[in-house]
């Protein structure tokens, strides 16, 4: 590292969890980002903040007013731009050593394989069900980690999916993708701003400690907050051996 790295991250440096190898580990990986709206935002910040050496944001929206409310990333002045790009604009403010992809395109499963292969960890930071699906099958095809997250009114969700890990449960073994399922859009229900903050964060965390390689994941858990009492419930979710997208997995 150089000396502005140094100082840069020297309070991850101090963390015996993190150190010299874990921040050029951080500064070797690349995260995949889908959604650059009010999960991707705060995600995409920590994560540039932290020295993840490439991040590659995937959107094909473009920055509304009705946004900012909740979408830190993006400004007043930029309404009308693509989000990634917006969002480009706000991480390379904030650390111009990180190298950024900024992809105005729907994750459809043709651009996912192409993409998910080469990303280090995967954050699915989208708002359809249709694409935390496709995100999922890729990331078991290609044994890579993700991290998934949502949130809609007062409540939100996060788990990490590990493809890796022969006992961890993929999405579909939590929601399975033949299920009956009404889809809801913060448009028609509102979304309480910090808890996409609150979700994007810890999705940039779990993402960070997969990268560096400490703690426990949330594999296995998912994890809800219910923001009106800020009361946390974790369920702990086996993987189905008969799950349409990972039981046929090999360990």
């Not at 995260?31 to 903040?49: E, Q, T, Y």
């Not at 694409?131 to 890579?144: F, W």
Request: with cysteine; charged share 20%; hydrophobic share 45%.
């Amino acid at each position: 590292m150089t000396d502005d790295q140094l100082l840069r991250y020297s309070r991850h440096i101090m963390l015996d969890e993190i150190g010299i190898e874990g921040q050029e580990r951080i500064l070797a990986a690349h995260a995949l980002v889908i959604g650059a709206g009010g999960l991707g935002s705060p995600a995409a910040l920590f994560l540039a903040s932290a020295g993840v050496g490439r991040i590659s944001l995937v959107d094909d929206d473009v920055v509304d007013l009705t946004n900012l409310q909740r979408q830190i990333a993006h400004t007043t002045e930029r309404v009308g731009e693509p989000k990634v790009h917006s969002a480009a604009q706000a991480l390379q403010a904030l650390n111009p050593g990180v190298r950024l992809d900024a992809i105005q395109a729907r994750a459809d499963k043709e651009w996912l394989d192409d993409w998910v292969g080469q990303a280090t960890v995967v954050l699915d930071c989208s708002d359809n069900y249709a694409t935390r699906h496709a995100v999922n099958a890729a990331c078991v095809t290609h044994r890579k980690p993700l991290v998934t997250g949502a949130a809609i009114r007062f409540d939100g969700q996060i788990t990490v999916i590990d493809p890796r890990d022969p006992l961890s449960p993929c999405y579909a073994c939590i929601f399975p993708p033949d299920a009956a399922f009404e889809e809801t859009q913060c448009a028609t229900l509102g979304v309480f701003a910090p808890m996409v903050g609150i979700i994007g964060a810890m999705q940039a965390a779990e993402a960070l400690k997969l990268i560096v390689g400490f703690g426990e994941s949330l594999a296995g858990r998912l994890s809800m907050l219910d923001g009106r009492s800020m009361e946390w419930t974790v369920m702990k979710i086996p993987r189905h051996g008969h799950c349409s997208v990972c039981g046929h997995a090999t360990p």
